[in-house]
């Protein structure tokens, strides 16, 4: 922010959700994304970022009419400046109709996909649905930050400072006993808790933080950072624990990816099979699961009632700790590995997959992927978005290329905050 703006308050009405969670409204002829205010409120915004000319970023400060949608939050942890639950102050039902207009604005603004194609989705119709489970306690992954005197807490909203409230997001029994407890000053904490309910940690060293400079870059800087290999200890249970969904187990790296609602990887493989059942004109013979992690969408299209005919999967991900889980769940079965970047990997795969799920992360699959996707012909395409924009900007590439819209789901994964899930069908022929 410019030395001129510091501080500099502006009175804004806000009418609609953006993909970040915001409100978006108008002032002094700009847009301005609001943080902590909800569509339909006129707020006092103090600007947080005035560096662009067509649009600005603001922190609510002051409610001067509140929605009839606002709340307290519930998340002591989010009141105190952390980045857990940032729509903690928004009724959570409204809160998933803000996520299922943000996905529809989205997939016409972003995917530059016509009302008619998404329409007859339920998304469109029914909206984002919540998973099992209240909409507090469903979190069994995490990470913490320690800060420089041990003690481990949740990472300030876009700073390097530690919060040492509670967030109510992870599972009962959780976190709740290690604020007393003291780690390595500035390491970072893996939490994770099992299928069997044990708890395992992971105290990953500390990394060099970046301390200057803009302040959004500096986050992302700090998350690059952290994401790189880091030393990591044991410090608690085991180094992988224990994951099941339908009748597989697999042995997860605490440090690796899993689904963090606990009802995520099961509704996420019912809803992957429930599509292939619909959409597909025959039982599949030759799968493919990419950014396939461990397999989950493998092993639920493996074991998949009528499904007995899969003769091959091929599981593609770059981390070696969840395909030597795959490696290990599927022993005997007839399950692939590959591991490499998807787009470098896809020339080896066999040709002509029936289906191919795809699970990317928040960057999206984008253009190489979805174009050799394509080029393989497989009849049916389950694709598995964690943002909503590159998720929309996915789907057109896919309608691009000749895919048409049979079914998108929305799900309600992560609850009190802005991130939605969505898993969508297309299917070749237009
Ligand atoms: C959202 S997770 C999905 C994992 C799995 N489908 C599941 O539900 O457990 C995304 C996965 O993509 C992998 N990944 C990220 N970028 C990748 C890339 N460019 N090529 C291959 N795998 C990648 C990550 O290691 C991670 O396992």
Same mark, same amino acid.
């Given at each position: ?31 301005? *994304? ?63 109709? $803000? ?29 984002? &649905? ?9 979190? #069994? ?15 300030? *909203? ?24 003291? *780690? ?17 940690? %992971? ?6 933080? @970046? ?21 990591? %200890? ?11 969904? &339908? ?6 790296? @605490? ?16 809803? @992957?099979?429930?599509? +292939?059942?619909?959409? $597909? ?8 699961? $990419? ?23 091929? #599981?593609?991900?770059?981390?070696? &700790? ?9 022993? =005997? ?12 990997? $896809? ?9 191919? @799920?795809?699970?990317?992360?928040? %960057? ?24 909503? +924009? ?11 290329? &000749?895919?048409?819209?049979? =079914?998108?789901?929305? *799900?309600?994964?992560?609850?009190? %905050? ?8 297309? #299917?070749?022929?237009?």
């Amino acid at each position: 922010m410019s030395a001129d703006t510091t501080a500099r308050r502006i009175e804004v009405a806000v009418d609609r959700p953006a993909n970040g969670g915001e409100a978006v409204g108008r002032a002094d002829g700009r847009v301005v *994304f609001v943080r902590g205010a909800i569509p339909g409120e006129r707020v006092v915004a103090e600007v947080t970022d005035d560096r662009h000319d067509s649009y600005w970023r603001a922190d609510a400060v002051e409610i001067l009419e509140p929605s009839p949608h606002r709340v307290p939050t519930p998340c002591p942890a989010a009141a105190a400046g952390a980045g857990c639950c940032d729509l903690g102050h928004i009724d959570p039902d409204h809160g998933r109709n $803000l996520k299922q207009a943000v996905l529809l604005d989205v997939l016409a603004r972003v995917g530059h996909l016509d009302e008619a194609s998404v329409s007859h989705t339920e998304l469109a119709g029914r909206g984002v &649905g919540r998973l099992p489970g209240p909409d507090t306690g469903w979190r #069994v992954r995490t990470r913490l930050a320690v800060d420089g005197t041990g003690r481990a807490g949740q990472r300030a *909203f876009r700073g390097a400072g530690v919060v040492h409230e509670a967030c109510v997001q992870p599972a009962p029994g959780m976190v709740d006993d290690l604020a007393a407890r003291r *780690f390595t000053p500035h390491a970072e904490l893996a939490v994770v808790l099992d299928t069997d309910g044990v708890r395992h940690i %992971t105290e990953l060293a500390p990394v060099t933080e @970046v301390r200057r400079g803009d302040p959004r870059r500096r986050a992302q800087k700090n998350r690059q950072r952290r994401t790189g290999r880091r030393a990591q %200890t044991v410090v608690e249970g085991d180094a992988a624990a224990v994951r099941r969904v &339908g009748g597989r187990e697999w042995q997860i790296p @605490v440090t690796g990816f899993w689904q963090a609602h606990r009802a995520a990887p099961q509704t996420y493989a019912d809803t @992957v099979v429930g599509f +292939a059942r619909e959409h $597909l004109d025959a039982a599949p013979r030759i799968a493919w699961d $990419l950014y396939g992690g461990a397999g989950v969408f493998a092993g639920a299209l493996l074991d998949a009632d009528g499904f007995g005919g899969l003769e091959q999967v091929h #599981v593609v991900d770059s981390d070696a &700790g969840a395909l030597a889980a795959a490696d290990q769940t599927f022993a =005997g079965d007839p399950v692939t590995t590959h591991r490499g970047e998807v787009a470098a990997c $896809l020339a080896a795969l066999e040709a002509t997959p029936d289906i191919v @799920v795809l699970d990317p992360p928040r %960057t999206g699959a984008g253009e190489k992927v979805i174009g050799a996707i394509a080029a393989a012909q497989p009849a049916v395409v389950v694709h598995v978005g964690c943002d909503a +924009a590159r998720f929309a900007r996915d789907l057109g590439l896919f309608a691009r290329a &000749g895919y048409r819209i049979a =079914g998108i789901r929305a *799900f309600d994964a992560f609850p009190l %905050t802005h991130h939605v899930e969505a898993v969508a069908c297309l #299917v070749r022929g237009r």
